[in-house]
């Protein structure tokens, strides 16, 4: 079974730019969070979706967005970049959206803004 | 709000020995889970180990056990026989109405 995909896996944009990031789950997985991983703060959760539904949001600016299609596939855009918005972006699906679900990742996508 | 504390920002240990990593969480809920996930070197964020916060016993993967104090809210991470590829970032986590990680700690491993 082929594993959380996540497209680009490298993104350089500038300043102001905005940039959609999208995640392909692992087939059957319904649920689909998103994670901003920086040096020194660990993973700070985005949201999360299931069967199309934001079930969760974290303490995030409203630049930050997302949606998940019907076949379960997500994306997450940002809006007018700002430099701190450099950061390593983690998908991760889990075939329910209850707690005890093991979480599976991506390999991330590598922002870099300018 | 909950909140996931990894105190050792980095570790190392000796091929082969043990090695324990700290984790403290604070939630107000009683039924939850934790999790210890490892991160390796450019390489994708894998499961470690599960804890059921209702269950006194605990859990065991091979070389990895924890050891969860639910009422210090404490769940460490043991390594025994450590490996080199066990050289990891590994992050805590508690999952509740929503994840909640700590800041990871870089496990070294020395030949």
């Known amino acids: 079974k082929a594993g959380v995909t996540q497209t680009p896996r490298y993104l350089i944009k500038t300043r102001g730019q905005q940039v959609t990031l999208s995640c392909s789950p692992i087939?059957?997985?319904?649920?689909v969070s998103w994670y901003q991983q920086t040096p020194g703060q660990g993973l700070q959760f985005l949201f999360e979706?299931?069967?199309?539904?934001?079930?969760n949001k974290g303490n995030f600016p409203g630049r930050f967005s997302g949606r998940q299609f019907s076949n379960s596939r997500s994306e997450m855009n940002v809006s007018t970049l700002e430099l701190g918005d450099s950061a390593l972006y983690l998908c991760?699906?889990?075939?329910?959206?209850?707690?005890?679900?093991?979480?599976?990742f991506g390999p991330g996508t590598r922002l870099t803004v300018l | 709000a909950q909140t996931v504390t990894q105190s050792q920002p980095e570790m190392s240990v000796q091929e082969a020995e043990t090695v324990t990593l700290s984790c403290t969480y604070d939630?107000?809920?009683?039924?939850?889970?934790l999790f210890w996930y490892k991160q390796p070197p450019s390489r994708q964020m894998i499961l470690v180990i599960r804890?059921?916060?209702?269950?006194?016993q605990n859990a065991t993967e091979n070389r990895f056990s924890v050891n969860f104090q639910k009422a210090a809210k404490s769940f460490s991470l043991k390594i025994s026989d450590s490996q080199l590829g066990d050289a990891a970032m590994y992050f805590c986590?508690?999952?509740?109405?929503?994840?909640?990680f700590g800041t990871g700690t870089s496990l070294t491993v020395i030949p």
């Open positions: 991760a699906s889990s075939f329910l959206a209850e707690s005890y679900n093991e979480q599976f």
């Open positions: 939630t107000s809920e009683s039924d939850y889970y």
């Open positions: 087939s059957g997985h319904r649920s």
């Open positions: 986590a508690y999952s509740g109405n929503q994840f909640y």
């Open positions: 804890q059921e916060a209702y269950k006194q």
């Open positions: 979706y299931f069967s199309e539904t934001q079930r």
